[in-house]
């Protein structure tokens, strides 16, 4: 059960991320024409196209964080696995998970610092403090999602590794 509801998270993360890209490179499109073709631009197209970026972005990073697909290089991994292949894999799962905590912390401190402000956006006077505190929750996501993965698999987690020639 926990295995299915974490695949729906995970894939759902995937959707969002994805969605997310499409209607901003949709936008950007509308917005070059616009500009070039008509002398007219989208109102607060930048403002939206940051927001959709980070929506990008940080779901993306939970959708990968999730499945424990980070891009690797693996140089040193033939030398270290082979003696210490356990140890390894539970600091590569620790370091995730604490850059992935770091991640959301500082976030979250920069959303409550920009919501006592009461900044604003200069074109579409959206309210600043979203935009780090969507991050943070999105990192969130991501690190209950790879815990639990980490707790189901006992450590055994997975991953695609890209390798460098």
Not at 51 to 56: C, G, K, P, R, S
Not at 66 to 86: D, G, Q, S, Y
Not at 90 to 115: K, N, P, R, Y
Request: proline share 2%.
């Amino acid at each position: 059960m926990l295995a299915r509801i974490e695949a729906l998270a995970a894939r759902a993360l995937g959707i969002i991320a994805g969605i997310a890209l499409l209607a901003m490179m949709l936008l950007t499109f509308v917005d070059v024409i616009g500009r070039y073709g008509f002398h007219h631009s989208v109102f607060g197209a930048a403002e939206i196209i940051e927001q959709l970026m980070m929506v990008t972005v940080f779901a993306g990073l939970a959708f990968i964080t999730a499945k424990n697909e980070h891009i690797t290089v693996t140089l040193l991994e033939p030398l270290i696995a082979r003696r210490f292949a356990a140890p390894q894999r539970w600091m590569s799962i620790a370091i995730s998970v604490g850059c992935t905590l770091l991640i959301a912390w500082q976030m979250f401190e920069h959303a409550v610092d920009l919501f006592r402000s009461g900044k604003r956006t200069a074109v579409l006077d959206l309210p600043q403090w979203t935009l780090p505190m969507s991050a943070a929750v999105l990192s969130l996501v991501g690190f209950a999602l790879l815990v639990g993965a980490v707790v189901r698999t006992r450590g055994r987690l997975g991953a695609t590794v890209v390798q460098s020639d």
